[in-house]
């Protein structure tokens, strides 16, 4: 199956084994499949609130990857991302969950729920927000996390900033990115400038949260 450069990415920073991989807000499930097919995971959990795009998705994969139901490495949930049934796993047992396609806020408010929810599990997250990006870099400091890794790619000309991030990682999470750039590349140095423009066309009416966000972006430039 092919599959666009943004879930590609995603795929491809997916180089550990885990026991439950959930692919959250997944849509037509194309990531999910992929790390189907490739075995990246004990289990596959394909989680939608559509419930037509849900059965659709079903189908296939009863089609595809019809197994012993005692054996099943897949499973399909129409529901919040919210009230992902982690007390269904062992609390030990190594998960992932990817959260992608969504905004910044209610990305945020999905891994504060997950979190407060199944505290006592030890859960990695690869969240790909279609903006807001500070914002979510804030606050998952604020909640405790830190970074395992950081990717920054251009896909039909928009960005895309991907995070992979644990409580258990001890890199912080800086709010404007730090391994992330490469301005050897056209793309980042497109992206910074993108990104000052815009908080500098928010700071028109003078306000000292976003000039320190401007001036922490600009500051890359600079190093």
């Known amino acids: 199956m092919k599959i666009s450069k943004r879930l590609n990415t995603i795929n491809n920073r997916i180089i550990n084994?885990?026991?439950?991989?959930?692919?959250?807000?997944?849509?037509?499930?194309?990531?999910?499949?992929?790390?189907?097919?490739?075995?990246?995971a004990t289990k596959i959990?394909?989680?939608d609130v559509?419930?037509?795009?849900?059965?659709?998705?079903?189908?296939?994969?009863?089609?595809?990857?019809?197994?012993?139901?005692a054996h099943k490495n897949w499973q399909v949930y129409c529901l919040d991302?919210?009230?992902?049934?982690?007390?269904?796993?062992?609390?030990?047992?190594?998960?992932?969950?990817?959260?992608?396609?969504?905004?910044?806020?209610?990305?945020?408010?999905?891994?504060?729920?997950?979190?407060e929810k199944h505290s006592e599990h030890d859960l990695e997250f690869l969240l790909c927000p279609v903006h807001h990006h500070y914002k979510v870099r804030t606050s998952l400091n604020e909640l405790g996390f830190g970074l395992i890794d950081e990717t920054l790619i251009?896909?039909?000309n928009r960005f895309y900033e991907i995070l992979h991030v644990s409580k258990t990682a001890n890199k912080a999470i800086h709010p404007v990115g730090s391994?992330?750039?490469?301005f050897t590349r056209r793309d980042d140095s497109d992206y910074l400038k993108k990104t000052i423009k815009h908080y500098q066309r928010m700071a028109q009416k003078p306000d000292k949260e976003i000039l320190n966000i401007i001036a922490q972006y600009q500051a890359l430039i600079v190093n």
């Open 154 to 156: 251009r896909e039909n």
């Open 17 to 40: 084994q885990y026991d439950h991989i959930w692919d959250c807000c997944c849509d037509h499930g194309q990531l999910g499949i992929t790390l189907l097919a490739r075995k990246a």
């Open 50 to 69: 559509v419930a037509p795009l849900m059965t659709e998705l079903e189908k296939k994969l009863n089609r595809f990857f019809s197994v012993n139901p």
């Open 45 to 47: 959990h394909f989680v």
């Open 81 to 115: 991302v919210a009230r992902l049934p982690l007390e269904n796993t062992h609390k030990n047992s190594k998960q992932l969950i990817i959260i992608a396609g969504v905004g910044g806020d209610l990305l945020v408010d999905l891994v504060n729920s997950i979190i």
């Open 179 to 182: 391994s992330m750039w490469d």
